[in-house]
């Protein structure tokens, strides 16, 4: 995985509503699958946790914006889009992140530095 310039990362912030975090979770459970198996130009797609029980947070990265594009257009994107949106308390913030310094370890050359 090469993350140059020409790639594109999101930062995606949703707030569910309370008592809907356990769909939205298997919601982006199933996305994630599809996208996994579906779009080789997404490099990476986490989602995380937060210490707030109805907050996610969507970490996004492209080899590029034709690979985010590509992703966007994806049926099973269109449907986590629409489905999305009786979940969630308000529209998502998005942020588009442009790296500044990259560090990157491989899982090869992580297995090699422990001791």
Do not use: N, W
């Not at 997404?42 to 990265?61: C, D, K």
């Not at 308000?90 to 790296?99: G, H, K």
């Amino acid at each position: 995985m090469s993350t140059t310039a020409a790639s594109y990362t999101l930062l995606v912030r949703f707030r569910v509503r309370t008592g809907a975090q356990a769909a939205f979770d298997a919601l982006t459970a199933r996305t994630v699958d599809l996208i996994r198996k579906h779009e080789p130009g997404t490099l990476l797609y986490a989602i995380h946790t937060t210490g707030v029980p109805t907050e996610r947070i969507f970490y996004e990265l492209y080899e590029d914006q034709e690979a985010f594009a590509f992703h966007e257009r994806q049926p099973h994107i269109q449907e986590f889009l629409a489905a999305r949106g009786a979940l969630l308390q308000a529209l998502p913030e998005v942020t588009v992140l442009t790296p500044t310094a990259i560090s990157r370890r491989t899982a090869q050359t992580s297995k090699g530095d422990r001791c």
